[in-house]
């Protein structure tokens, strides 16, 4: 029964898919809407990004200070860790499940109100897709700015371990700048970019996905967009045990 | 014209909605689909247009079958629709210039300048001024309306469908929309359907009125004939006040039309 439903669903996103991917009616309107989407789900999200990075970056060394105490292990270890965690993981698999709790749940919202009002159906009826009208430039829109979100958490997270090395005296400066650029290895930046981009994505769609389906009101509304960010939440882990798998091995 | 030949709906929970209805509304004529609430007024519309589809039966527009038709063939049949919907559908995101600009801004190549005067004129059509930069919540539910309907025209459709025009709009503007639906339908020679259940709108512009009781056709003829009508059902419930039976013995009486 559960599996039934699970497959049924599968098929639907599919075809949805193939709806929201069609060639725009007139690619001005989709520009501009990107434009739109790009501000309201990309830029809108930066203050988000910056303050849960800086505390997050913040913790990451302050953790690895007090687990790291060994004076056996060397100098570099506490930047070195904080800077494999925050490229690896946290700028990508975390912050994407943050953002599926902003982004996913306003795009599910968003659409899923537009579903019980009937202004999708108003669409239809004029003749514009109103898959690929609405959904598309959210898609585009949010996966062409995550890599910024995720250079940007990268930038702010390293920031916060910084911070913390200054304001308290648990890290010396030179010592945690020199772990942050020992062994570095540029690929992790495209891995967390790669990783990014796909949870971006899957953000979009299925937030889209739920909310587009909704039948019924309100409360039904709200229900989609939980909805979404569990979804979307557990995708992303699944996905990112796949993409670690292929892209680190 | 639009023929409806023996469409039955039935929803997911099994209730069956339609049984069989048929009906044929003219070209240049408005045509009423009138019954109770809960009737099947909504259901019906919405099948003839295509966001309902019933189990069997047939819909033609001008002759073409539409429930035969491929996704490219609808999309083009969508251009020639206008459709107002009962809960007005408006797009919260824009204007209300911006609503009704929106079909001009997606189907045709007229300069942004052109469409603004377009939606314009189209929002005088409808007697309102002075709203063009408020935004859907802002308005009240018969302005609402009015800007759906200004919508539903911006593209001069071929079929217009209206769910209930007047519901929410006080007897003077309801006279003033029901006016304009008539004009247009006549001046442009529009396939014009409205749902309705106000009797001013039924005796005001019933030229072919459909009378649907509980999913299934009840009755036929147009505005003059209702006085006459014997049908139980149809008497029920459009003299249901006793102003309307007032008025039908005294037309009766007189025997005039
Ligand atoms: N999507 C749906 N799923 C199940 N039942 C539905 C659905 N839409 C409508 N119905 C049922 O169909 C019946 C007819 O509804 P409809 O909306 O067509 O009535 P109506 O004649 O338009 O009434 P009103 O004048 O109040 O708008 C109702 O009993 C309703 O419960
Ligand atoms: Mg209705």
């Not at chain 1, 809108?44 to 200070?65: E, R």
Request: charged share 20%; aromatic share 10%; proline share 3%.
């Amino acid at each position: 029964m559960i599996l039934a439903s699970a497959i049924s669903s599968f098929g639907r996103y599919w075809l949805f898919m193939k709806r929201v991917f069609s060639v725009p009616d007139k690619w001005r309107v989709f520009y501009s809407r990107t434009i739109f989407e790009i501000n309201k789900l990309g830029i809108d999200s930066i203050p988000l990004v910056i303050v849960i990075s800086i505390f997050i970056g913040a913790v990451c060394t302050i953790q690895m200070v007090l687990n790291t105490s060994n004076p056996l292990l060397p100098a570099y270890s506490v930047g070195l860790a904080t800077r494999d965690i925050v490229l690896l993981e946290f700028s990508n698999s975390i912050l994407c499940l943050i953002l599926a709790g902003k982004v996913g749940s306003n795009i599910a919202s968003e659409i899923g109100t537009m579903r019980v009002t009937e202004q999708i159906d108003a669409l239809d009826i004029m003749g514009v897709n109103s898959a690929n009208y609405l959904v598309l430039p959210k898609v585009v829109g949010f996966v062409l700015f995550m890599p910024i979100l995720d250079v940007l958490c990268i930038g702010t997270a390293l920031l916060g371990g910084y911070g913390v090395a200054i304001f308290t005296d648990m890290i010396t400066v030179s010592r945690y700048v020199y772990g942050i650029q020992a062994f570095f290895q540029e690929w992790y930046v495209w891995y967390g970019i790669i990783k990014s981009v796909v949870f971006a994505y899957i953000i979009a769609s299925v937030a889209a996905y739920c909310g587009f389906f909704v039948k019924g009101g309100a409360l039904e509304v709200g229900k989609a967009s939980t909805n979404a960010v569990v979804s979307s939440s557990i995708l992303i882990l699944l996905m990112d045990v796949i993409l670690t798998k292929l892209l680190l091995q | 014209m639009i023929e409806v030949k023996n469409i039955s709906k039935t929803f997911d929970d099994g209730r069956t909605v339609l049984h069989d209805v048929s009906a044929t509304f003219y070209t240049g004529k408005t045509n009423l689909i009138i019954g109770q609430s809960g009737s099947g007024k909504t259901v019906m519309m919405k099948s003839i247009v295509g966001l309902v589809r019933p189990e069997s039966g047939e819909i033609l527009y001008d002759g073409r079958d539409f429930l035969a038709m491929d996704p490219e063939q609808i999309k083009n049949l969508r251009k020639e629709i206008g459709m107002l919907f009962q809960g007005s559908a408006l797009f919260d995101s824009e204007t209300v210039l911006g609503n009704v600009m929106f079909p001009l801004m997606m189907f045709t190549s007229m300069s942004p300048a052109e469409q603004r005067e377009r939606a314009q004129f189209c929002l005088a059509r409808v007697n309102l001024h002075g709203a063009d930069h408020k935004y859907p919540a802002e308005i009240s539910g018969g302005m609402q309306k009015r800007v759906a309907i200004a919508r539903a025209i911006a593209l001069n459709p071929k079929y217009l469908f209206c769910d209930e025009p007047n519901s929410g709009l006080d007897p003077r503007t309801s006279l003033v929309i029901d006016e304009l639906l008539s004009d247009i339908t006549h001046e442009y020679g529009i396939t014009t359907i409205i749902n309705t259940h106000d009797m001013n709108s039924v005796m005001g512009i019933g030229e072919n009125i459909v009378f649907i009781k509980e999913g299934r056709p009840g009755w036929v003829g147009n505005s003059r004939e209702l006085f006459h009508s014997d049908n139980k059902d149809l008497n029920d419930f459009v003299f249901a006040t006793q102003l309307f039976r007032d008025a039908r013995s005294y037309i009766r009486e007189h025997n005039r039309n």
